[in-house]
C-alpha cells in the first residue's frame, strides 16, 4: 500500500471535477499526496493498459475518494471501484455534487460519512481524513471560498446531468414520505404494507428504500407481517 496514494473514481462526463479535486488536493498538500484519476494522462503513462493501471491503483492507494453525482450513482463502474475498496479495507470517503446531498448517497455507500463538496465543513472534514492517512498536520486553507468556487463550477455540471437530478428530486420526494410516515405520533413500529401505502408506493420498493436508510429497522410483528421503524424510536 502506498500510504500517500489517493484513488479518486469518477464517471468519464465528470473528469473535470476530479481533475479540479486533484488540483486542489495536490497543491494544498504541497506534493506529500499522489492523487491518481482515472482519465488523467499524468496517472496513466502512455501504453499502460487502461485497466491494469486502475486495478494497481486501487490495490496500493491509501483512500478512496468516490465521487457522487445524481448520474455517477447509477453507473456500475462506480460501484465497482467502490466494492474494490471495501473488500481490501480501504477507508472511502463518498463526496457528493451535482446536486446530489450524503442523505441521498444509496447503500452502502450511505453507510460512509459522506460530504457535500460544496459545504465549507465537508470539505475541511475531507481535507482532515487525507491529512491522517499522511499522518501531517492539514493544510490552512479558506474552505469556505473553496466551497464557493465548487460551487459556481457545479452549477454548470447539474445543468448537464438535469435528467438524473430530476430523478434525484423525485426520489427525495418520496423518501420525505416514507420518513413522514415513520413518524407517525402514536405507532413507533409500522407495517411496511402501511407505510408503502402511504408513499404511494409498492411494498417491495418501499422496502428497498429503506433498506438505504441506516437508520430504519426491520422486524416481524405478532401477525408475522414486516414492520419497520426508526432506530432513534425502536432502539437498534
Request: proline residues 5%; aromatic residues 6%; charged residues 25%.
Amino acid at each position: 500500500m502506498n500510504k500517500n496514494r489517493v484513488f479518486i473514481s469518477h464517471i468519464s462526463e465528470e473528469e473535470a471535477v476530479a481533475a479540479r479535486l486533484k488540483k486542489e488536493l495536490t497543491q494544498d498538500f504541497l506534493g506529500l499526496l499522489e492523487v491518481f484519476v482515472s482519465s488523467d494522462t499524468e496517472s496513466i503513462a502512455a501504453g499502460e493498459q487502461w485497466l491494469e493501471s486502475i486495478e494497481t491503483a486501487l490495490r496500493e492507494c491509501a483512500i478512496v475518494v468516490i465521487l457522487c453525482s445524481p448520474e455517477s450513482i447509477t453507473r456500475p463502474w462506480i460501484n465497482f471501484e467502490a466494492g474494490a475498496a471495501w473488500m481490501r479495507n480501504i477507508p472511502i470517503i463518498p463526496v457528493c455534487h451535482s446536486g446530489l446531498l450524503p442523505r441521498d448517497l444509496p447503500m452502502p455507500l450511505s453507510l460512509r460519512q459522506g460530504i457535500a463538496l460544496t459545504d465549507a465543513e465537508g470539505l475541511k472534514r475531507l481535507y482532515k481524513r487525507v491529512a491522517e492517512v499522511l499522518s501531517c498536520q492539514p493544510p490552512v486553507k479558506d474552505f469556505g471560498g473553496l466551497a464557493d468556487q465548487l460551487r459556481t463550477n457545479e452549477a454548470h455540471q447539474v445543468t448537464k446531468s438535469s435528467s438524473a437530478l430530476d430523478t434525484l428530486k423525485l426520489d427525495r420526494a418520496t423518501r420525505d414520505r416514507l420518513a413522514e410516515s415513520l413518524l407517525h405520533a402514536t405507532f413507533r413500529w409500522r407495517s411496511l404494507d402501511r407505510v408503502a401505502a402511504e408513499s404511494g408506493l409498492t411494498p417491495e420498493r418501499a422496502a428497498d428504500l429503506l433498506r438505504s436508510d441506516p437508520e430504519v429497522r426491520f422486524s416481524k410483528g405478532k401477525s408475522g407481517k414486516t414492520i419497520v421503524g426508526l432506530k432513534s424510536r425502536v432502539g437498534a
